[in-house]
């Protein structure tokens, strides 16, 4: 079974500040999404990385995927209160039921304090 | 563009009844949708993948006679929760895409409350 651990869980900063979350696993994925969920809607995609050692920046946010392709972070800049939100990881592979799947980490939700 | 929408958002109905949720592309054909259950606090848990005209493909666990799946078309799959018990209450959410290793697109969800 693969296992994205996500950390920290819980991140609350004030407007302005930097953080970085990340994305770990012993396993490695073809692809590694990054999502934004909203309380009572459905992920929204940020981005996906797909070679190890990948750097992408959208904005404020910049996504890299470890050389080794198990291992991710998300670091964001000057964090606004818009950017509150469920952060979620997700690596893309082979399922248990020989179809591909998304594996997701549980999420590190932030609170951006203005 | 890679609008999906899911309906009902909400429902909330009695102990043993059947309840069918709609996951469409609005501007895009899937020729794969995936069904996901999420619990509080939790992370998202693939329920099956299905693959338009042919048998969902169920992970370990997931009874594939109480969660039906059906996706007879490129727009839309259909998930039917089969007599709702308590414990089948949750956040459940589809998502579709062109193929299996393409990007996926997610509904916003089905809030689901079995009393």
């Known amino acids: 079974t693969q296992l994205l651990e996500q950390s920290p869980q819980f991140l609350s900063i004030q407007e302005g500040e930097n953080l970085t979350v990340y994305c770990n696993s012993s396993?490695?994925?073809?692809?590694l999404q990054w999502y934004r969920q909203e309380p009572g809607e459905g992920p929204v995609l940020l981005v996906t990385?797909?070679?190890?050692?990948e750097v992408k920046k959208l904005k404020r946010l910049t996504f890299q995927f470890g050389d080794a392709r198990k291992d991710s972070s998300l670091h964001i800049t000057a964090a606004q209160p818009g950017d509150t939100g469920l952060y979620l990881c997700a690596g893309g592979g082979p399922s248990g039921a020989g179809s591909y799947q998304l594996t997701f980490g549980k999420g590190t939700k932030l609170s951006v304090i203005p | 563009g890679a609008v999906v929408s899911q309906h009902p958002s909400w429902v909330i109905c009695k102990s043993g009844t059947s309840v069918k949720i709609e996951c469409r592309s609005l501007?895009?054909?899937?020729?794969?949708m995936f069904w996901y259950r999420q619990f509080p606090k939790q992370s998202l848990m693939l329920m099956a993948t299905?693959?338009?005209?042919?048998?969902?493909?169920?992970e370990q666990g997931v009874e594939k006679d109480k969660f039906l799946i059906n996706h007879a078309s490129l727009t839309l799959s259909t998930l039917t929760v089969t007599s709702a018990h308590p414990e089948d209450s949750s956040f459940y959410i589809c998502?579709?895409?062109?193929?299996?290793?393409?990007?996926?697109?997610f509904g916003d969800g089905t809030r689901l409350s079995i009393l």
């Open positions: 299905s693959n338009e005209g042919s048998k969902a493909t169920y």
């Open positions: 501007d895009f054909q899937a020729t794969t």
């Open positions: 396993s490695v994925f073809s692809s």
């Open positions: 990385v797909v070679t190890g050692g």
């Open positions: 998502s579709a895409s062109t193929g299996k290793r393409q990007p996926q697109h």
